[in-house]
């Protein structure tokens, strides 16, 4: 269920294996391969997909990030992690990875997809023959699918979490009670790397996400609209927030999207219901403070989908039953990082001079001591040995 970075990727590992399986999607095919979102790649998510045979494209266009630089107190602040870990990780956008995913499940693998499916409902997924319904805008007609199991890739807004009956599972949520206004500009990168501005305004964020394309974040009030934000108070607020001695100027470009998205998150425990698995944003928000959320989904799919594959093929169980426990061990990890970081971007914005000044000490540290810096470097590139 679900056309985004983890439907397709397990589609792609059960197809590559033999294993009949269908993709249902609502939206149409142009539309998720132009949605834009995500752009950071974590150096181990490239390797699993070059494993699975996913990443050729992007090994070959996407561009390692080695660099990014914080900005607070008027002043800036490069911060090496490449330096400091020997690892980088990549920036390539979320729609180029789902386009190429897309061509390889379905123009190259020969896998079956239905796009813009209506009204999709689950049934007897405590059974061990689940079925998923839906209907077909084309002709009215309602389709059954019968199947072993269930992928549940449809993201933080889709049906198959509310599947679930109320008891069996346990959400846990966090509302950081900020929003960021997003933003697309068709400008060139201001930097050569990502910056984040720290700012009594409250965060900003810069993005590099191709040549002719720049991401920028705007902190502003939960609920916000994005009519309130012109193109000339969006311009004047980032050259205030991410101002600081010795900066280059910021190209301004006209505003190509602008979103105001609610900082939470949520987290599925477990990420199982019978013959139902969740994987991605429909198991675990994490809002894009720390640029996780398409890592987790990855990390999610390529479980399943190797899971599912060992239990196709050898009759092998042990990554099913398995698959809950290790997916929310990095899930709750990069959970944790997504709070640190809320605490970094908005605290001296909090309106409280104690949490001001805390939130200043935190960051000089990572400047200062070079044990903070490298556990910081670790959690944001999510190279840890073990979760
Ligand atoms: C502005 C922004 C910036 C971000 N930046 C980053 C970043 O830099 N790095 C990072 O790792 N993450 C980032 N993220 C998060 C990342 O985009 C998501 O975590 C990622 O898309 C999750 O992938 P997914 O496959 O789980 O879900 P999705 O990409 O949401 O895909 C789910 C799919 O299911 C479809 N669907 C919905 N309902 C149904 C249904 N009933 N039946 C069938 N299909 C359905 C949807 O149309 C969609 O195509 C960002 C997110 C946003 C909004």
């Given amino acids: 269920m679900g056309a ?30 132009t949605r834009p979102r995500a752009g950071v790649i974590e150096e181990w998510a490239v390797r699993g997909l070059r494993e699975r045979g996913l990443g050729e494209n992007l090994a070959a266009r996407a561009e390692p990030h080695s660099v990014c630089e914080f900005r607070f107190a008027g002043e800036r602040f490069r911060f090496d992690y490449h330096e400091l870990t ?40 405590e059974t061990d023959r689940p079925a998923v319904s839906y209907l077909d805008p084309r002709t009215g007609q309602r389709h059954v699918l019968r199947c072993e199991f269930v992928a549940g890739c449809d993201g933080a807004r889709g049906v198959t979490r509310d599947a679930i009956p109320d008891g069996r599972v346990r959400v846990a949520r966090r509302d950081y009670g900020v929003a960021w206004l997003a933003l697309l500009a068709e400008a060139p990168p201001s930097s050569d790397c990502v910056v984040f501005g720290v700012h009594p305004d409250g965060f900003a964020g810069h993005m590099a996400r191709s040549p002719e394309v720049t991401r920028y974040y705007l902190q502003c009030p939960p609920g916000d609209d994005p009519e309130n934000w012109s193109h000339d108070r969006v311009w004047d607020e980032l050259r205030e927030r991410l101002g600081a001695a010795g900066a280059p100027p910021l190209t301004e470009g006209r505003l190509i999207e602008k979103r105001v998205l609610d900082m939470h998150d949520y987290v599925v425990e477990p990420m199982v219901y019978g013959r139902l698995f969740l994987a991605g944003d429909a198991g675990h928000l994490t809002a894009p403070i720390a640029a996780k959320g398409m890592n987790l989904a990855l990390h999610d799919a390529f479980l399943l989908g190797d899971a599912i594959t060992a239990h196709a093929t050898e009759g092998d169980d042990a990554g099913l039953e398995g698959y809950s426990h290790a997916c ?60």
């Fill in 4 to 33: 985004g970075p983890a439907g397709l990727t397990v589609g792609n590992i059960l197809r590559a294996a033999g294993v009949d399986c269908v993709v249902l999607e609502t939206e149409s095919r142009q539309f998720v391969e």
């Fill in 86 to 125: 020997g690892r980088h990780h990549y920036v390539y956008p979320q729609p180029l990875l789902v386009t190429d995913l897309l061509r390889e499940y379905a123009d190259v693998r020969g896998g079956d997809i239905r796009f813009e499916v209506r009204d999709v409902m689950l049934h007897d997924l």
């Fill in 328 to 387: 929310l061990r990095r899930v709750w990890d990069y959970q944790e990082f997504s709070q640190f970081l809320s605490g970094i971007y908005h605290g001296t914005a909090s309106g409280d001079p104690f949490l001001a000044g805390t939130t200043l000490a935190r960051l000089r540290r990572l400047f200062t001591s070079r044990a903070a810096a490298t556990a910081f470097a670790e959690q944001y590139l999510g190279t840890a040995a073990a979760f």
